[in-house]
């Protein structure tokens, strides 16, 4: 650093200001300090950044989702984040369904042994009160990922999961569906429950009296084949089936083949993510886009400026995605 600092002409805190990414920084200093550090090849030292910065450049990712999807797509927007400043990703699983003392348990270990500057939360963590709080109570950062409460507690990324459930009902509705079924999310993941309660708000307004069928899923495929099997069991049967995401549409696939329902044919199926699971069924699913990979990217962002912007959020968009799976009613 002493010989960056010699060709910069500037002092060694003014190199490790502009190393560590602080704040208020100019842009001239920042031009010539990395003018000298590209001059001279020069890669900071992990161990000296943190020394010189009381931070461990470590950031965590706390997730307890079963979608397997979803989860490597937060974590490769999180982990691109992270190499562009230089930090590590540690990723952790958080068990968030059981009793507070031992979730409490679970975040101790994890803050303790990790060191981490700061952690990134996915649903449904991102709404639970308790992890939060605690979180507070220690002192540590986060950002969320897809909360529907307190938008203004943290630094966040989302999408409105409540006007792409809507969008999905719309397009349904007009294709001529009239007995329609959905397949909800986990029931501590608000995010899932926020495009089930858009879906149905934009039903009672098309019609206020028509009565969706609902069955209860979990976000994987094997919940899906379940909440499948029910909702093709009532009666009248439901035309098209709305999945709150691809994994447990997937599995209603599959409980349509065992039905001798044809996919589009006799029942229509729409789902949620446009991940690589909508396209590798058949037919290929209709879903909704959401972008995971840059809801990830933005969450390490947010957490990682370190600049007086306050807590701030950040509102990506979505799409419907339509592919072979809808189609108008028999």
Same mark, same amino acid.
């Given at each position: ?7 910069? =002409? ?141 938008? =203004? ?178």
């Amino acid at each position: 650093m002493e010989d960056v600092a010699r060709l910069a =002409g500037v002092s060694l805190k003014s190199v490790s200001r502009v190393v560590n990414r602080e704040p208020h920084v100019s842009d001239g200093l920042r031009a010539k300090v990395e003018a000298a550090i590209a001059a001279l090849a020069f890669v900071p030292d992990a161990a000296a950044r943190s020394l010189a910065g009381s931070r461990t450049f470590i950031v965590g990712l706390l997730f307890d989702n079963p979608s397997p999807n979803y989860t490597i797509k937060i974590q490769s927007g999180v982990y691109r984040a992270c190499v562009e400043q230089q930090y590590h990703l540690r990723i952790d699983n958080i068990a968030s369904d059981l009793p507070r003392a031992e979730v409490e348990a679970q975040l101790d270990a994890i803050v303790r042994n990790s060191r981490c500057d700061g952690f990134i939360l996915t649903p449904p963590l991102t709404d639970n009160v308790q992890v939060l709080a605690f979180l507070e109570r220690r002192g540590v950062r986060y950002a969320r990922i897809a909360p529907n409460s307190e938008l =203004g507690r943290s630094p966040c990324v989302a999408i409105d999961d409540a006007a792409a459930g809507a969008l999905v009902a719309r397009h349904l509705w007009a294709l001529g569906h009239r007995r329609l079924g959905v397949v909800t999310g986990p029931p501590l993941h608000r995010a899932g429950d926020r495009r089930r309660t858009g879906f149905l708000a934009a039903i009672r307004q098309l019609d206020p009296d028509l009565v969706v069928a609902e069955a209860d899923g979990l976000f994987s495929f094997e919940s899906g084949i379940a909440a499948g099997m029910d909702l093709l069991a009532r009666d009248p049967r439901p035309t098209a089936i709305f999945a709150t995401n691809d994994d447990s549409a997937a599995g209603v696939m599959v409980a349509c083949a065992r039905a001798g329902l044809r996919v589009p044919h006799d029942i229509s199926l729409c789902g949620f993510d446009d991940s690589w699971v909508a396209k590798s069924v058949w037919p290929y699913l209709t879903t909704i886009y959401q972008p995971i990979e840059e809801m990830g990217y933005a969450a390490a962002s947010l957490l990682l400026d370190r600049g007086e912007t306050g807590d701030r959020q950040v509102m990506l968009d979505f799409h419907l995605v339509e592919r072979d799976s809808l189609a108008p009613p028999p």
